[in-house]
């Protein structure tokens, strides 16, 4: 079709259009109304996949946290010697479920602060796990304040998944971590320098 052919085509459809408006409205209405409900679909949707994985995080990170403090219980009460294999192999798994939601994660928060939160947490999952090895000397004192230090980190990549989702008050929230940074602060040194030692051996 040459230009001026494709010029008089379309400028007969737009007279064609500006001669029926009520077919514009119609025909535009419904265009609007189709690519609104196409974003809102895709938010909800969004929102969704966001939830499930807030909710999985909550109940396997509350539960690997919970088995830290049993085992703590137990070594203080019964096992001056260190872990029991049960106990440890309990943290192991606890562990190795945290550490499958990293995709679902990924894929339904887009903000790095939530996939760095998440990143502190398993790295003091692992930390927890290598000390609480069985039959081995367990550091109480230590212990007790990595133990907060990993319910903290749970309660700040909460507070950023909420954020994200815009449930709560971004100010509240912000209020929260800064509240919750005061466990992990004090852990910091310990749980690098493991990390550093750990990935030289592993030649990463």
């Known amino acids: 079709m040459s230009p001026s052919s494709l010029f008089h085509t379309v400028s007969n459809v737009l007279h064609w259009l500006l001669a029926r408006p009520v077919v514009v409205q119609v025909v535009g209405g419904s265009l609007t109304a189709y ?7 895709r938010r909800r949707q969004r929102r ?9 995080l909550s109940e396997i990170a509350g539960d690997f946290h919970f088995r830290v403090t049993e085992l703590i219980e137990d070594v203080d009460t019964k096992r001056p010697n260190g872990a029991s294999k049960d106990s440890s192999r309990e943290l192991l798994r606890g562990e190795d479920a945290l550490s499958t939601l990293e995709t679902e994660l990924i894929s339904a928060f887009r903000r790095q602060d939530v996939r760095k939160a998440y990143a502190d947490l398993s790295v003091t999952a692992s930390f927890i796990c290598e000390m609480s090895r069985p039959n081995r000397p367990l550091d109480m004192s230590l212990a007790a304040r990595v133990q907060r230090r990993f319910l903290a980190q749970m309660r700040v990549i909460q507070s950023r ?8 008050s971004r100010r509240q929230l912000q209020r929260q971590e800064r509240k ?7 852990t910091d040194s310990c749980v690098q320098e493991w990390k550093t030692e750990r990935t030289r051996k592993l030649g990463l």
Do not use: C, H, S
Not at 161 to 168: D, I, N, T, Y
Not at 180 to 186: A, D, L, V
């Open 35 to 41: 690519f609104l409900t196409e974003r809102w679909q």
């Open 48 to 56: 969704e996949f966001q939830q499930r994985a807030l909710t999985k």
């Open 180 to 186: 919750f940074r005061q466990y992990i602060q004090p």
């Open 161 to 168: 998944m909420l954020r994200e989702m815009r449930v709560a």
